[in-house]
């Protein structure tokens, strides 16, 4: 039986590191995957490209063209010609290419694209190697490979994580390529860290986040060339301009975050935004959204309304499910100055719905996300007021 992920000691993590450099020592072909999130991203790309100058086979499952700024970083997979199995189909035509598995940044099986597929095709039986990195604990989080070599921390990202496999994997090999000198795998890394934390407003470890920044964030500046061609990725030379990047809103983007904030509800401590069907569709028709630009607002928004109480913000919305399907996503962010733990909400989410409603979620200390099944929007509404007044028992942790 598969249990919750346990974050590797500090005594312990050394030795976690050596394993994941002999893992990728020894093999030779890999297939990345995760959640197709920016965190996830950034860490498997950055892998992938340090396994292809090591001249290895790296091969990223990709489920399709990304929404939202994130959409350099597909182009600096294909300038680098990464493969990318972009289809449930394609997977088991890597057969015979692939001698071992990396997830990244997922918290279960659940959420990662093709995973039926995947394990049918490589961990069934005589099953693949493993290497898992995640920072995600609590509500369902459990490891993918109950046997793989997981390197499981509470850190900001799982770009932190990556950015120590790698850094770990030069100290073993100085020879070989370094990892940080190369500018798109920096990139990958800044981006999916600077992502990760909001902008670098809500980082869990303050010193970490600052230590990686800083590190990665003057190997970029000192290999970027004022007059460089860099065809596969906007210019970034700092953390900051990523960061500029990632948060810029058009004029339309602009246009719909002014108009959702005029519909936040607060309620005490707690706010809410309702993007449901109607009010959905009524901002996508008027301002003629495209998917990137609704994305951008969605983040936004998830990321204004806890401000908008002082401590926590819930935004939900209908969509397509992991699983198949529709549900309701609801996500959970706390203010920028509040220190509770929104993974202890999970009670809050099965009183306020019913645990056979609740198909998932969970996140870190800061952000949370839960999927609720499908049932009237009258209804799931009534157990947003239910939740709202639940999760006022997690505020007290300061």
């Not at 993918?144 to 770009?159: D, K, M």
């Not at 986040?209 to 964030?217: A, S």
């Not at 993007?275 to 994305?295: K, M, Y």
Request: charged share 25%; aromatic share 8%.
């Amino acid at each position: 039986m598969i249990h919750n992920k346990t974050p590797v000691t500090a005594e312990g993590w050394p030795s976690a590191l050596n394993g994941a450099v002999e893992f990728l020592q020894r093999h030779e072909g890999f297939l990345l995957a995760g959640y197709p999130d920016a965190d996830a991203l950034g860490s498997m790309l950055s892998l992938a490209l340090y396994l292809k100058a090591l001249g290895k086979r790296p091969y990223i499952v990709w489920p399709g063209p990304l929404i939202g700024k994130t959409g350099f970083l597909e182009d600096i997979l294909q300038h680098n010609r990464v493969p990318l199995v972009a289809g449930l189909h394609k997977v088991a035509g890597f057969t015979g290419r692939v001698d071992a598995l990396i997830f990244c940044d997922t918290a279960n099986r659940k959420l990662v694209p093709f995973y039926t597929e995947i394990h049918r095709t490589f961990l069934e039986g005589n099953a693949k190697p493993v290497l898992e990195l995640d920072h995600h604990f609590g509500t369902d989080s459990e490891p993918i490979h109950e046997h793989g070599l997981h390197l499981f921390r509470p850190s900001n990202a799982t770009a932190e994580i990556a950015a120590e496999v790698l850094e770990a994997c030069f100290r073993h090999n100085s020879g070989g390529p370094d990892p940080f000198a190369q500018r798109n795998i920096v990139i990958s890394l800044l981006t999916g860290l600077i992502a990760d934390t909001g902008g670098g407003r809500a980082p869990m470890q303050r010193g970490d986040y600052e230590y990686w920044v800083q590190r990665l964030g003057g190997r970029l500046t000192a290999n970027t060339h004022e007059k460089e061609d860099d065809p596969e990725s906007p210019h970034f030379s700092n953390p900051d301009e990523i960061r500029g990047f990632l948060a810029q809103l058009s004029d339309v983007e602009k246009a719909g975050v002014a108009r959702l904030q005029e519909k936040i509800v607060r309620a005490g401590d707690v706010a809410w935004l309702d993007l449901l069907t109607d009010n959905r569709r009524e901002l996508v028709e008027s301002l003629e959204l495209n998917p990137t630009a609704w994305a951008q607002i969605l983040e936004t928004m998830a990321n204004a309304v806890p401000e908008v109480a002082g401590r926590i913000g819930l935004l939900f919305y209908r969509d397509e499910s992991a699983e198949g399907g529709e549900c309701f996503y609801i996500k959970m962010r706390r203010a920028q100055e509040e220190q509770c733990d929104l993974r202890e909400a999970e009670g809050a989410i099965h009183r306020a719905f019913g645990a056979d409603r609740v198909l998932g979620g969970g996140g870190h200390p800061g952000a949370v996300s839960f999927r609720i099944r499908l049932m009237d929007e009258a209804q799931f509404l009534e157990g947003i007021e239910r939740l709202a007044q639940n999760i006022d028992g997690i505020n007290d942790r300061k």
